[in-house]
């Protein structure tokens, strides 16, 4: 492989705003691939995925290179050069790379790679606790296979098209898939490509969803007609899905606390042409008072630390704090308790996160059921997705039916 200037400057950038300035590693690989339109397929995918590559073995990374945040401008380039390095990429003979000890990178990578916290590139503190949740053997495997580069799959919008015409369409625009067994509206790419600005996405024929979340919406049991409620619905997949099950039936109330992601929902339900969606932004007590005991199906798909979804998020491990942690657990039950008031008798909800940690999962599902608030609840089913069995994303969902 042969670097090019410009586009090593583009992921120094990016590896500037994640690890000194702390900015989401997508929007800021979103905000910089616009900064030059000459910028090929291929060139973007350069950008992109050595800047994901890095930020996820930044900890490895680092040590090797002996910096420090702040990271100084060639502190950054010292970072690339250990990512060049290991991948066997010839440096170019400018400024930026001369002196670079590549002989002592290959002999600290071996040495480090004996240690896990290094070798998976996670925080200690993350490292003690996954171990001590589900085990060190578990965790050895399961973080492993976090660290890969995640399949791009999609979801065939059924009230549209079905999977195997979508199948077609994407064959006609250059894009090979392959259905996935068990996953009956799945398709994923055989390689990776652009998408977004395909007309079979703009058609609204399919959106971009791993293959554990997509059987989240399923979990829940719903029949045409029902009103379903998606209370943390963000910028809306799974609220999508659940409109799909329902064949445009019935009422799908979305709702969120942050109203740039009901937006978002809205834009996106309308090319989906998922009309029985509405939104509803959570201001206070008032906003649900109105649906207690109105909901005949309730999906929670609750905030949590994301640590089953790491592949797709790597900068999230280096932004999630021990303190984060135990509000959000905090917050998870809190929710459970506060919106389980407004399934109806006979009704269901289901309680799922992209965590793989039981603190986050089945534990609250049992401190719930202990509670004034889920005594007349009964645990029907609940469903654990593991990285390493599936290749996809980390999930947890348990279906709840009050009595």
């Not at 992109?48 to 502190?75: D, G, H």
């Not at 491990?317 to 135990?326: A, G, I, R, T, Y």
């Amino acid at each position: 492989m042969r670097l090019h200037r410009n586009l090593v400057l583009a992921v120094v950038k990016v590896l500037d705003g994640v690890f000194n300035q702390d900015l989401y590693a997508d929007k800021t690989i979103e905000k910089i691939l616009k900064l030059d339109k000459r910028w090929g397929s291929r060139d973007r995918g350069f950008i992109a995925e050595t800047s994901y590559e890095i930020i996820r073995w930044k900890r490895l990374y680092i040590e090797i290179a002996e910096v420090k945040k702040p990271f100084k401008y060639q502190n950054l380039w010292r970072i690339f050069s250990v990512w060049a390095v290991l991948k066997g990429i010839n440096l170019p003979n400018w400024k930026e790379f001369q002196e670079t000890p590549k002989r002592r990178i290959k002999g600290k990578f071996d040495n480090l790679s004996k240690i896990r916290k290094f070798r998976e590139s996670v925080p200690d503190w993350i490292d003690e606790l996954a171990c001590k949740e589900i085990g060190e053997k578990i965790w050895e495997k399961e973080i492993a296979e976090l660290n890969k580069m995640a399949p791009v799959v999609l979801r065939t919008n059924s009230l549209k098209i079905s999977r195997n015409e979508l199948k077609k369409i994407l064959n006609d625009e250059e894009i090979l898939t392959e259905t996935i067994e068990g996953y009956p509206d799945a398709l994923r790419l055989k390689e990776r490509a652009s998408l977004f600005k395909k007309n079979s996405f703009q058609m609204g024929l399919f959106e971009i969803q791993d293959a554990s979340s997509q059987l989240v919406a399923p979990f829940l049991k719903i029949d045409p007609g029902m009103k379903i409620c998606d209370v943390c619905a963000g910028a809306g997949g799974k609220t999508l899905h659940l409109s799909a099950l329902s064949k445009n039936k019935g009422q799908i109330i979305a709702m969120d606390i942050y109203k740039h992601k009901l937006v978002q929902l809205k834009k996106r339900a309308k090319r989906n042409s998922a009309f029985n969606i509405e939104t509803k932004l959570i201001e206070n007590s008032k906003s649900i008072k109105r649906l207690k005991g109105k909901v005949d199906r309730l999906l929670i798909d609750a905030p949590c630390s994301g640590l089953g979804v790491l592949r797709r998020n790597p900068d999230s491990k280096w932004k999630l704090q021990p303190n984060f942690l135990n509000k959000i657990k905090d917050t998870q039950l809190e929710i459970l308790k506060k919106y389980s008031k407004l399934i109806k008798k006979n009704g269901k909800m289901v309680y799922a996160t992209c965590s793989i940690l039981p603190s986050e999962n089945e534990y609250q599902i049992q401190s719930f059921l202990k509670s004034e608030e889920g005594k007349d609840f009964t645990l029907e089913e609940e469903k654990k997705i593991s990285p390493l069995i599936s290749g996809f994303d980390g999930f947890y969902m348990a279906r709840l039916s009050l009595k």
